[in-house]
């Protein structure tokens, strides 16, 4: 896997144990088989993204197949991707289902689960607006319910390579935000900036109906932002919820990667690093 280093951007040869970056600096491989190659001067917190809860919660949900419809999608979207990477891979369950290379989180517990559960698949802790591998190392990348920035996106992946990018449209579990909020609020997510190197950028809907009881939908709703919100009064009665159908609605992003994308990004990060030089030394 062609990682590199967080700290200087070198590439960062891999090892059983160890990795070392040619200035010296080392990381190990956590003994569940994961690289941590996000310093904690990346970090907006100390203990950033998903936590377990939410993770186990939605591991249990996903694992019982209600997004099936997702992941044949994704399937069908990448049919000749070879090496995908998983931005944004939380406890890895899309990544290990589309036999993804790679998947990358800001949670160190989600990586930690993802790497666990697939011997396969190389798992970092990492940002998505700093990705931790080496140029054109990938021809396929998807991003669920994740940021996604499409100059780091383009650098990491081979020109001509599929990026799906997934988000929930409106109405998404609609009945579920029902239960928590007396007033629900139609969901609204901002795609990336594909800027002028995106290609061939399509959207398209993907909305099918689920049957969930109470157990289930308890643990949709900890994957959720809906939980934060919910009392401890309505979270007891979604756990006694009887069988609810619930409103799936995603829209999927479909761009593909220039031929002059990883140029692009070259250049962006060469000119970023001679405007902090100059700033520095007029400083």
């Not at 390579?161 to 909020?181: C, D, F, N, R, T």
């Given at each position: 896997m062609n990682l590199k280093c967080p700290?200087?951007?070198?590439?960062?040869?891999?090892?059983?144990?160890?990795?070392?970056?040619?200035?010296?600096?080392?990381?190990?491989?956590?003994?569940?088989?994961?690289?941590?190659?996000?310093?904690?001067?990346?970090?907006?917190?100390?203990?950033?993204?998903?936590?377990?809860?939410m993770l186990q919660a939605r591991r249990r949900f996903l694992e019982a197949g209600h997004y099936a419809p997702l992941v044949n999608h994704l399937t069908q979207c990448l049919p000749d991707a070879t090496s995908i990477v998983d931005i944004g891979c939380g406890e890895g369950y899309y990544a290990r289902t589309i036999g993804a290379a790679s998947g990358v989180d800001i949670s160190k517990d989600g990586v930690r689960m993802a790497a666990k559960s697939d011997a396969q698949g190389i798992y970092a802790?990492?940002?998505?607006?700093?990705?931790?591998?080496?140029?054109?190392?990938?021809?396929?990348?998807?991003?669920?319910?994740?940021p996604l920035d499409w100059t780091e996106c383009c650098r990491v992946l081979k020109p001509g390579?599929?990026?799906?990018?997934?988000?929930?449209?409106?109405?998404?579990?609609?009945?579920?935000?029902?239960?928590?909020?007396d007033e629900v609020r139609p969901h609204s997510a901002s795609p990336p900036d594909f800027g002028e190197i995106g290609e061939t950028v399509t959207r398209e809907s993907l909305q099918?109906?689920?049957?969930?009881?109470?157990?289930?939908?308890?643990?949709?709703?900890?994957?959720?932002?809906?939980?934060?919100?919910?009392?401890?009064?309505?979270?007891?009665a979604i756990a006694q919820a009887p069988m609810t159908q619930v409103s799936v609605e995603f829209e999927v992003w479909s761009a593909r990667v220039p031929a002059s994308a990883s140029s692009a990004a070259a250049s962006a990060a060469l000119s970023s690093s001679s405007a902090a030089a100059s700033s520095k030394a007029s400083s």
């Open positions: 700290i200087c951007d070198l590439a960062l040869p891999t090892a059983i144990a160890t990795a070392y970056c040619p200035n010296g600096h080392s990381f190990d491989r956590a003994k569940e088989g994961y690289w941590n190659l996000l310093p904690v001067q990346h970090k907006k917190s100390m203990d950033p993204g998903d936590n377990k809860q802790v990492g940002s998505a607006y700093r990705l931790p591998y080496q140029d054109d190392t990938f021809d396929g990348a998807i991003s669920v319910f994740s390579s599929p990026v799906i990018w997934v988000a929930p449209l409106a109405g998404h579990l609609k009945e579920l935000a029902a239960m928590v909020y099918f109906t689920i049957e969930l009881a109470g157990p289930e939908l308890s643990d949709l709703l900890c994957m959720t932002p809906y939980y934060w919100s919910a009392s401890e009064q309505k979270q007891a």
